[in-house]
Nanobody
Framework: QVQLEESGGGSVQPGGSLRLSCAAS????????MGWYRQAPGKQRELVAT???????NYAGSAEGRFTISRDNPKHTAYLQMNSLKPEDTAVYYC??????????????WGQGSQVTVSS
């Protein structure tokens, strides 16, 4: 079993910044892709950004140029630096990881979700 613990959500004014963290723990052999998704009220969950273990990143168009995803492989932790936040970024942000467990199984896990609210 693997757990993902998120932190760093909160409320900020438009134009502000927040940094989300996602720390994975448990029976981890390695983690392939880590990523962030978000779900706004009444909308489907959508991709924000992903990063592979080699550092290859992928961003949604809405995040490109404003958000930066990074990771610390030895700490099994991913980060999402969000700058120039807009009201439309308001959502619950979920961390996701594809994990190779110590027994060899390859599974995906989700964090508990972090509320990000952008409002004046």
């Amino acid at each position: 079993q693997v757990q993902l613990e998120e932190s760093g959500g909160g409320s900020v004014q438009p134009g502000g910044s927040l940094r989300l963290s996602c720390a994975a723990s448990g029976r981890i052999s390695s983690i392939h892709t880590m990523g962030w998704y978000r779900q706004a009220p009444g909308k489907q969950r959508e991709l924000v950004a992903t990063i592979t273990s080699r550092g290859t990143t992928n961003y949604a168009g809405s995040a490109e140029g404003r958000f930066t995803i990074s990771r610390d492989n030895p700490k099994h932790t991913a980060y999402l630096q969000m700058n120039s936040l807009k009201p439309e970024d308001t959502a619950v942000y979920y961390c996701n990881s594809w994990v190779v467990e110590t027994l060899g199984e390859y599974r995906t896990y989700w964090g508990q979700g972090s509320q990000v609210t952008v409002s004046s």
